[in-house]
């Protein structure tokens, strides 16, 4: 499975960004799907995670109510729609996949592919 995350950029505190993952290759055996942020020398931590049906979604507590995790299966697409953006954002966001797990966890473990990585930087 490869994954190809785009959609990150620059913008303002309180703006918005719409980031997406196109998978391609063994699609049909992906389920659950997430993203993931590094931020400048922190470790990779989870930001949000939806199932195969997207019935399931986990979010982190700080981006509760401002970011929405969704998918189109028929598409092979995960997006991350980012609402109300802070400059603790900034980070490289990846997105990820599992083929062994529908369920949305939060751990990095769980998910077998990543993207490259898309940069969002939010300026205060």
């Known amino acids: 499975v490869q994954l190809q995350a785009s959609g990150g950029g620059l913008v303002q505190a309180g703006g918005s960004l719409t980031l997406s993952c196109a998978a391609s290759?063994?699609?049909?055996?992906?389920?659950?799907k997430a993203w993931f942020r590094q931020a400048p020398g922190k470790e990779r931590e989870f930001v949000a995670a939806?199932?195969?049906?997207?019935?399931?979604?986990y979010y982190e507590d700080s981006v509760k109510g401002r970011f929405t995790i969704s998918r189109e299966n028929a598409k092979n697409m995960v997006y991350l729609q980012m609402n109300s953006l802070k400059p603790e954002d900034t980070a490289v966001y990846y997105c990820?996949?599992?083929?062994?797990?529908?369920?949305?966890?939060?751990?990095?473990?769980?998910?077998?592919?990543w993207g490259q990585g898309t940069q969002v930087t939010v300026s205060s």
């Open positions: 290759g063994r699609t049909s055996s992906t389920y659950a």
């Open positions: 990820a996949v599992s083929i062994s797990n529908n369920n949305p966890l939060p751990q990095r473990f769980e998910y077998e592919f």
């Open positions: 939806i199932s195969w049906s997207g019935a399931s979604t």
